[in-house]
């Protein structure tokens, strides 16, 4: 089992900053992706950022150059650092990470694992 807690949201202005963390406890293995989605209210959740399970990073189209994925491996945290905010970019902010695990009959499955969300909220 993971436990993954979030924190950084809040409300900000259009083109102010916010930094998100996320940190996993319990099971954690490496070679996991971990990173952040996100759910506008009436939409369906999306991507924003993510590190891949090589160690790569994806974004989404709407926050690249805007946003920026790291990690302290040793912490087992994720940042995500979001700047020149846009009320678009309003959401639940979902900490997400995946990991290959050994079910109950010793087989390897995927198992995705989410925090409980923080709040985002760009005024205008």
């Known amino acids: 089992q993971v436990q993954l807690v979030e924190s950084g949201g809040g409300l900000v202005q259009a083109g102010g900053s916010l930094r998100l963390s996320c940190a996993a406890s319990?099971?954690?293995?490496?070679?996991?992706?971990m990173g952040w989605y996100r759910q506008a209210p009436g939409k369906q959740r999306e991507l924003a950022a993510t590190?891949?399970?090589?160690?790569?990073?994806n974004y989404a189209d709407s926050v690249k150059g805007r946003f920026t994925i790291s990690r302290d491996a040793a912490k087992n945290t994720v940042y995500l650092q979001m700047n020149s905010l846009k009320p678009e970019d309003t959401a639940v902010y979902f900490c997400?990470?995946?990991?290959?695990?050994?079910?109950?009959?010793?087989?390897?499955?995927?198992?995705?694992?989410w925090g409980q969300g923080t709040q985002v909220t760009v005024s205008s």
């Open positions: 590190f891949t399970s090589a160690g790569s990073t």
């Open positions: 997400n990470l995946k990991q290959m695990e050994l079910d109950k009959s010793d087989l390897p499955r995927l198992y995705t694992y």
């Open positions: 319990g099971s954690v293995f490496t070679g996991n992706a």
